[in-house]
């Protein structure tokens, strides 16, 4: 899609404003609707326009394989990993309240640990599967 | 949504089964795994409509009393589409496999190159003996 | 006006379920599948749904469309006409319809604050989320504290699944030519 210049020139001006939507939603899934799952489904999204308006190599240069292979794990320790801290620390599994001094704070920085591992793991399924697939489609 | 008590079910029900129509009747595997997300999603809409009060409001708690729709079919709900989405990104790409492997995704053709080639290993361990 | 917005959006619903049942130009099916994904975004709305409309609008329109597009790109996008008589998909489906219809004479009133869903565990959320977390978004506290197990499970379901395509469409899509399996 190299000549087609207003889409490649608006993909690019859109790009980041997208991945910054995609943070807001993240963190702010307290206090609005929003969360992880939709966090990282819009992460995805920008990394999607980006591949589908300037190839799949150069996307696969920003985002190797080998660093998506790793946030797909990644996020699923850092879910389980709060909850064995959780264990650790003397509480029950996820039991957010022994994190930090007050139950409160303890709920508060669960829920975020949380969270953050659901969008990290939910961004980076999103963009693998869609490079797998385009990357079949590449090689035919 | 004021109207008849269950009329709103019956409506849901309409989408589900046009869905599952769509899922049982067509021979093209792409087709069925659109039809299966329609049953899906109306599937959502369905339970997420059980959750619902007259004059109720989001469920974020804000200034003043009012009323909150029920949380808990949002949860399930949210979990629900997560799944869905993982389920229809397996199912394409087992019809991805399915192409290269067959030559094509048409149910009916399919299971004839299936019986032709269990009819050429039959004749085959029929000469072997 | 209500009454209005909730049919509109109901009979857009069913035109494009019908839609998807007769077309056999496949983008158009996929297309309208997106445009289904979307109504049933805002009739969430209506629910007062918002997390959930979120969700479906971000991963139905989106991300479900591009994965069937792609798979489009490498399937083909005719239908072959359907050679078998409709009349045992029917037979099926009016089945299943009637013993669904039958099924919610039992439910109670669309809407009512004092249905039995509405009084289980769904009061002591909404009333102990402010004081034992002091976050507004009751969906959240839910998904995260609350029901964190079922959360657990879920992030495990979409790592699965991600695993399950690696699997079947190759781990080394970076290199150029890179091999199968």
Request: charge should be negative; include cysteine; charged fraction near 15%.
């Amino acid at each position: 899609m190299k000549h087609q210049d207003i889409l490649r020139v608006v993909a690019k001006l859109l790009g980041p404003p997208i991945l910054l939507f995609a943070l807001y939603v993240q963190f702010h899934g307290d206090y609005g609707p929003g969360g992880g799952f939709q966090a990282g489904v819009i992460f995805a999204a920008g990394f999607v326009l980006h591949a589908l308006v300037h190839g799949l190599d150069e996307t696969l240069q920003v985002l190797p394989p080998w660093v998506l292979r790793l946030c797909i794990a990644g996020g699923v320790i850092i879910y389980i990993g709060v909850g064995f801290v959780c264990l650790a620390l003397g509480g029950t599994f996820l039991d957010y309240s022994v994190l930090a001094e007050q139950p409160i704070a303890g709920q508060h920085l669960g829920i975020l640990l949380v969270e953050l591992g659901v969008g990290i793991t939910v961004f980076s399924v999103m963009v693998t599967v869609f490079c797998a697939f385009a990357a079949r489609s590449g090689g035919e | 949504m004021n109207l008849l008590g269950h009329f709103n079910y019956w409506i849901f029900i309409l989408l589900m089964m046009i869905g599952f129509y769509v899922l049982i009747s067509r021979g093209h595997l792409v087709k069925k795994i659109v039809g299966l997300n329609l049953f899906q999603t109306s599937v959502f809409i369905l339970y997420i409509s059980i959750g619902k009060i007259h004059d109720g409001t989001a469920p974020i708690i804000i200034e003043g009393d009012p009323i909150y729709s029920n949380p808990l079919p949002h949860v399930l709900i949210l979990t629900a589409i997560v799944v869905g989405v993982a389920t229809t990104a397996l199912g394409l790409a087992l019809v991805v496999r399915i192409k290269e492997a067959y030559g094509t995704v048409e149910e009916d053709e399919i299971h004839e190159q299936d019986e032709i080639h269990e009819q050429d290993e039959i004749h085959e361990q029929g000469a072997a003996l | 006006m209500d009454f209005l917005v909730d049919f509109a959006l109901l009979g857009l619903l069913t035109i494009t379920a019908l839609a998807i049942v007769k077309l056999r130009n496949l983008f158009a099916v996929v297309m309208f599948s997106s445009i289904y994904s979307l109504l049933s975004a805002a009739l969430f709305v209506v629910l007062d749904a918002v997390d959930v409309a979120f969700t479906e609008a971000a991963v139905g329109a989106g991300i479900s469309t591009i994965l069937m597009l792609s798979t489009l790109a490498l399937v083909g996008s005719e239908e072959r006409k359907p050679r078998h008589s409709r009349f045992l998909p029917l037979l099926a489906v009016g089945i299943t319809g009637t013993i669904l219809i039958y099924g919610t004479q039992d439910m109670p009133p669309f809407g009512q604050p004092d249905n039995p869903a509405q009084l289980h565990v769904a009061p002591r959320y909404l009333e102990e989320t402010p004081e034992a977390f002091g976050i507004p978004n009751v969906v959240t506290a839910v998904l995260a504290s609350y029901r964190g197990y079922d959360t657990m499970g879920e992030v495990t379901v979409i790592f699965t699944a991600a695993i399950g395509v690696l699997l079947l469409l190759g781990v080394g899509f970076g290199r150029r030519g890179g091999d199968d399996e």
